[in-house]
C-alpha cells in the first residue's frame, strides 16, 4: 500500500520559536495534502488542504499566517508553527491523496509537538 | 450543515461481536470510510463504501444504507488489540472528507 512518512515523530521546542514538519509521500504522486490536528480523546481536526504548486486552503479559525503551509512538490508538504505557543501543543497528521479517482487518504504516522 | 454522528465508547467482551453504527448528513456524497486509530497514534484504513450493501474484510465488514444515511463497522471475534477509536469519514461533493468524532472500543477479557 501507499507510504507516507512525517518527519520529525517528536518535537519540543521553546516558546516562541518555530518547528517545521515535513511529510512526504514516498511510492506515489499526491496532487493532494491535508494537514489534520488532534487534540487528546477528539477527533481530527482538518487544519487546511494543498494542492501541489497553489496556496492552502485553510479551515476556519485556522490562521494562515501561523500555520505556513507549502506544497512545493508532488511528493512533500510542510507544515511550519510559526511563534509557536504551548497551546500549539498537539499531535499534528498529514495525509496524502492521489487525484480524486483514487479516493482513500494515506495518513503518516503524525508529530507531537510540545512547546514548552 | 454536515454532521457525522457516532456513539462516543463502547464496551464488548473478547471473542464477541461489536456494531458501531454511524449516521451522516453531508452535502453530496462520493463514499464513506472507516478508521482505526490507537492512541497516540495515526488512523489506519480500514473500510470504504459507496454503494448500498455489505463490504466484508476478514473479522472486519462494513455496511451503508444510502437512502438512511447510515452505516455501521462489526466486529467478530474481537481481540484485545482491536481496542482502539474507530473513526466514520463521509466524502462529501468537493471530495472532502468531513469526520466524526470517533468511537472508543474498549474490549474486557
Known amino acids: 500500500g501507499a507510504v507516507v512518512s512525517q518527519h520529525p515523530s517528536r518535537v519540543i521546542c521553546k516558546s516562541g520559536t518555530s518547528v517545521k514538519i515535513e511529510c512526504r509521500s514516498l511510492d506515489f504522486q499526491a496532487t493532494t495534502m491535508f494537514w489534520y490536528r488532534q487534540f487528546p480523546k477528539k477527533s481530527l481536526m482538518l487544519m487546511a488542504t494543498?494542492?501541489?504548486?497553489?496556496?492552502?486552503?485553510?479551515e476556519q479559525g485556522v490562521e494562515k499566517d501561523k500555520f505556513l503551509i507549502n506544497h512545493a512538490s508532488l511528493t512533500l508538504s510542510t507544515l511550519t508553527v510559526t511563534s509557536a505557543h504551548p497551546e500549539d501543543s498537539s499531535f499534528y497528521i498529514c495525509?496524502?491523496?492521489?487525484?480524486?479517482?483514487?479516493?482513500?487518504?494515506?495518513f503518516g504516522p503524525g508529530t507531537r509537538l510540545t512547546v514548552t | 450543515g454536515q454532521n457525522i454522528d457516532q456513539p462516543t465508547e463502547m464496551t464488548a467482551t473478547e471473542g464477541a461481536i461489536v456494531q458501531i453504527n454511524c449516521t451522516y448528513q453531508t452535502s453530496g456524497f462520493n463514499g464513506l470510510f472507516w478508521y482505526q486509530q490507537h492512541a497516540g497514534e495515526a488512523p489506519t484504513f480500514l473500510s470504504y463504501?459507496?454503494l448500498d450493501g455489505l463490504e466484508e474484510k476478514g473479522r472486519f465488514s462494513s455496511f451503508l444504507s444510502r437512502s438512511k444515511g447510515y452505516s455501521y463497522l462489526l466486529l467478530k471475534e474481537l481481540q484485545m488489540k482491536d481496542s482502539a477509536s474507530y473513526l466514520c469519514a463521509v466524502m462529501d461533493s468537493n471530495y472532502q472528507l468531513i469526520w466524526g468524532a470517533g468511537t472508543k472500543l474498549i474490549i474486557k477479557p
Open positions: 494543498s494542492n501541489e504548486g497553489s496556496k492552502a486552503t485553510y
Open positions: 495525509s496524502a491523496r492521489e487525484g480524486n479517482e483514487h479516493r482513500e487518504q494515506y
Open positions: 463504501n459507496v
